[in-house]
């Protein structure tokens, strides 16, 4: 079993700057593939960036690229979210989530029906 806990989430103004983190319990996070998905009132689960086990891959909707930044810190059991930029539309409760497979490859994925465990999200709220 995984558990994953966020936090860092927050109000900020329009323009401002977060960072999420993501602690997992269990021995052999540094193995994981993780990700970061948000969902927005009303609307889907969405996507926002992956990693790979060893950090050395990484992907960002394309909403994401150039604004946040996806990192991870094997010896400390965690992942975070650098966000910049931040827009109104990026309001949302962010999730992490973690595939604990570990298929051979340095690989990150998209797919929410890819991974084996979520945390419970931490609330991000952008105002204009």
């Known amino acids: 079993q995984v558990r994953l806990v966020e936090s860092g989430g927050g109000l900020v103004q329009a323009g401002g700057s977060l960072r999420l983190s993501c602690t997992a319990s269990?021995?052999?996070?540094?193995?994981?593939?993780m990700g970061w998905f948000r969902q927005a009132p009303g609307k889907e689960r969405e996507f926002v960036a992956a990693i790979s086990w060893s950090g050395k891959s990484t992907f960002y909707t394309t909403s994401a690229k150039g604004r946040f930044t996806i990192s991870r810190d094997n010896a400390k059991n965690e992942m975070y979210l650098q966000m910049n930029s931040l827009k109104p539309d990026d309001t949302a409760v962010y999730s992490c989530?973690?595939?604990?497979?570990?298929?051979?490859?340095?690989?990150?994925?998209?797919?929410?029906?890819?991974?084996?465990?979520w945390g419970q999200g931490t609330q991000v709220t952008v105002s204009s």
């Open positions: 989530a973690a595939e604990t497979t570990a298929r051979p490859g340095d690989y990150y994925l998209v797919a929410d029906g890819d991974y084996d465990f």
């Open positions: 269990g021995r052999t996070f540094s193995s994981y593939a």
